[in-house]
């Protein structure tokens, strides 16, 4: 049973739009959700987070929205690039040591 | 910056052909982590470690050992390869697991078991 679902394998958008990547969870315990960016033959690489005591965390084009009743968080990049082109990790933490990543979701962004 | 240096890069094997793959950070990080990734299936957790001295299971373990040789090293071993672990082996580490720091991963092996 997946704990950490991204319903939507890929997403295209126009550069300069914004792309809206979301996620969903079931465990209400989870206590820390973070994205993570991956580009082909590398590692994935850290992006941002929240912790489940907040409903917002901005960096930069990159915020993250945390809906703990719907169980619901987004990833919202503005404005989207063609750099950003890659696959976007959500993952959510227990408190222990154990991550739970879901399966991704590729993002293009078109020239 | 070196950071997760994960070797080898590529490896082909046969079914019951035992490999080590070995994983290397240096950032000084007290914990570590093996994931295997899968089409559809996200990164799911193999083994962690989360200090030296210390291992233990995560969500996949079967069929797979963990040796935390210091605190910069972490090797997995496949001592029987099935097909059925061919994937893609990540290497991440983190400066404490039971923080909310972000894990800091290796390249992967790319692993084949015909």
């Known amino acids: 049973d997946q704990q950490v679902k991204q319903n939507s394998p890929s997403l295209s958008v126009q550069e300069g739009r914004i792309s809206i990547l979301n996620c969903d969870y079931t465990n209400s315990m989870f206590d820390y959700f973070l994205w993570y960016k991956k580009y082909p033959a590398e590692g994935p690489t850290f992006l941002i987070s929240i912790s489940s005591i907040k409903d917002k965390n901005e960096d930069g084009r990159f915020t993250v929205f945390l809906n703990k009743s719907a169980k619901h968080l987004s990833l919202h990049i503005v404005p989207s690039q063609p750099g950003d082109s890659a696959v976007y990790f959500c993952a959510a933490h227990t408190g222990g040591f154990k991550t739970i990543f879901g399966a991704g979701t590729r993002l293009f962004v078109k020239a | 910056n070196a950071g997760v240096t994960q070797t080898p890069k590529f490896q082909v094997l046969k079914t019951g052909q035992s490999m080590t793959l070995q994983c290397a950070q240096d950032?000084?990080?007290?914990?570590m982590y093996w994931y295997r990734q899968d089409p559809g299936m996200g990164l799911r957790l193999i083994y962690y470690s989360a200090s030296e001295g210390t291992t233990d299971k995560g969500e996949v373990p079967n069929g797979y050992n963990v040796s935390r040789l210091n605190k910069r090293e972490f090797s997995l071993r496949l001592e029987s390869a099935a097909p059925s672990q061919t994937s893609v082996y990540f290497c991440?580490?983190?400066?404490?697991?039971?923080?909310?720091?972000?894990?800091?991963f290796g390249d992967g092996t790319r692993l084949s078991i015909l």
């Open positions: 950032m000084n990080h007290n914990s």
């Open positions: 991440a580490s983190s400066e404490a697991g039971r923080s909310n720091q972000p894990q800091h």
